[in-house]
């Protein structure tokens, strides 16, 4: 327990400091975890994400006092393997996966992991978008897409959830450096219009309510329909939602989606008092979005970019760059914490003044919002547990 600990207050990105403890080796010390809050201490999601560290790691100890309102990590080694975890539904399971993309390529053994539990909500990235948009930012640094894969068992909308997810990922001794600096334009865009418990056609009038946007700007758009009646021995929540991905020329995904509020039900309360969500709404809505995406710009999508700042720190000692759109508050306190665990600092210039050097691409990088490259050289992070064969 003496050796390097760190110490923090408060709740916020618990899940950045464990997952960065984790992968450093340093232990965390978190006081004062909502102190003054009627109900103080951790909840129960963060609970089970801690449950989830300790299945994959070995030798890790974790106490927490009798509130909840201290915790104290020291991190064991990642094993991996073939696991199965119980989502808590306050969160969906896009809370959990973030996670195990940053912390599976680096286990002893590939990692086959079942999640189950809510695939969809209006809080965290759904399964759906993770998939579209992080496993292409995952297969660049890992070099290869053999054995990365993510199978949508069952859907499980909020609040009572009952989906199942099954990740794999392959490990890896070393990452490879990246410069991601050309986004490309968008050629062709694609989506799935997803409906759990309640009738097909809701899919097609999303489809057909995006499609009105879209196709104002581009002809290519298809949207996969994916109707879900729910397993007849659980009560599943009905809900509905969409999510839609821009590609490039050079094969840069850019992703958004939009859920549809929860329903209010006898043993569970609303997550908000807003009204029920039409399906014309929710497709222009997530039309919208993407749009407003794509603005934004960048080789990551906005719910990608701290996967991608990790994975460079992680890299080899070389020098690793992407461009990126405005950075996102949790991007920034990502950003923060790197340089706590890893002591590593990004340079980030703004793509408008430091593309004055570069020849013909004038236009087109001033298409859109503000663009920034961020530059870093990784700590040569190397994956002990993972045998040379």
């Known amino acids: 327990m003496a050796r390097n600990t760190l110490s923090f207050e408060g709740c916020n990105y618990m899940r950045q ?10 232990s965390v010390k978190i006081k004062k975890i909502r102190s003054k809050d009627d109900n103080p201490g951790i909840r129960d999601f963060e609970a089970s994400f801690i449950r989830l560290l300790d299945e994959l790691t070995n030798g890790s100890i974790i106490e927490v006092n009798e509130t909840g309102s201290s915790l104290f990590y020291q991190p064991g080694m990642l094993h991996g393997g073939t696991l199965e975890h119980i989502c808590n539904p306050e969160r969906s399971i896009g809370y ?38 992080g496993l292409p930012v995952l297969k660049r640094f890992l070099g290869t897409d053999e054995g990365l894969e993510i199978k949508i068992l ?17 490990s890896r001794q070393k990452l490879r450096p990246i410069n ?24 097609n009038r999303m489809v057909d309510s995006a499609r009105s946007v879209l196709n104002q700007c581009l002809p290519d758009v298809y949207i996969y329909t994916d109707h879900s009646k729910g397993r007849r021995h659980i009560e599943n929540s009905p809900g509905f939602g969409l999510t839609l991905v821009a590609e490039t020329t050079e094969g840069i995904f850019l992703c958004s989606e939009v859920v549809s509020n929860s329903n209010k039900s006898d043993s569970l309360p609303p997550k908000s008092d807003s009204l029920p969500s039409v399906p014309e709404d929710v497709g222009k809505e997530a039309a919208i979005s993407l749009l407003e995406e794509i603005y ?3 080789c990551v999508d906005s719910s990608n970019q701290s996967l991608a700042c990790l994975m460079m720190v992680l890299g080899q000692r070389d020098i690793s760059k992407i461009q ?36 013909g691409d004038d236009d087109e ?25």
């Open 17 to 26: 400091r464990l997952v960065l403890a984790t992968l450093s080796g340093k």
């Open 96 to 133: 959990y996966l973030e996670a195990l993309f940053c912390l599976a390529p680096f286990m002893k053994n590939p990692l086959k992991i079942t999640l189950k539990g809510v695939t969809n909500d209006n809080v965290d990235p759904s399964v759906d978008l993770i998939k579209l948009s």
């Open 154 to 170: 069952n859907r499980g909308a909020s609040p009572r959830g009952g989906g199942e997810v099954h990740f794999s990922c392959p």
């Open 180 to 203: 991601l600096t050309s986004p490309g334009k968008i050629k062709r865009i694609r989506g799935v219009a997803w409906t759990s418990k309640v009738a097909p056609t809701t899919a």
């Open 296 to 298: 934004r710009g960048g």
């Open 324 to 359: 990126t759109g405005p950075l996102t508050d949790y991007t920034v306190n990502f950003l923060r914490h790197i340089k706590e665990f890893f002591n590593v600092t990004f340079k980030i210039d703004n793509e408008r003044q430091s593309n004055d050097s570069e020849d």
């Open 365 to 389: 990088s001033k298409l859109g919002g503000d663009k920034y490259i961020l530059t870093c050289a990784g700590v040569g992070f190397t994956n002990l547990s993972k045998r040379l064969t």
